[in-house]
Nanobody, 128 residues
Framework: QVTFVESGGGLVQPGGSLRLSCAASGFTLNYYAMGWFRQAPGQEREGIASISSSDGSTIYADSVKGRFTISTDKTKRTVYLQMNDLKPEDTNVYYC?????????????????????WGQGIQVTVSS
């Protein structure tokens, strides 16, 4: 079972930036995707970004494309989400998650059901 230590959330004004971090441990396979999801109260959990450990490929939801950047430090098994130009509608609980693979492959769009291990979530609030 993969476990996570998440950090970096908080309160920020519109137009500001935050960087979320998620350190993972306990992988059993050599390859994996790390994804970021977010969920507002009463809403479905939305996949917003994912990165492949195999080739570094990334993919983003349209709602964050051009503003958010996912990256990873494979030596530390840590994934980051740099969030710029934050908007009030970005206010959510953000979750990191992982999907382990037996073989290398490129990233696919982050779908909740594909990801087996989840962090506890970090609150991000964008408000003036």
């Amino acid at each position: 079972q993969v476990t996570f230590v998440e950090s970096g959330g908080g309160l920020v004004q519109p137009g500001g930036s935050l960087r979320l971090s998620c350190a993972a441990s306990g992988f059993t396979l050599n390859y994996y995707a790390m994804g970021w999801f977010r969920q507002a109260p009463g809403q479905e959990r939305e996949g917003i970004a994912s990165i492949s450990s195999s080739d570094g490929s990334t993919i983003y939801a349209d709602s964050v494309k051009g503003r958010f950047t996912i990256s990873t430090d494979k030596t530390k098994r840590t994934v980051y989400l740099q969030m710029n130009d934050l908007k009030p509608e970005d206010t959510n609980v953000y979750y990191c998650a992982t999907d382990e693979w037996a073989r290398p492959r490129s990233v696919q769009y982050p779908i909740q059901s594909d990801f087996k291990s989840w962090g506890q979530g970090i609150q991000v609030t964008v408000s003036s």
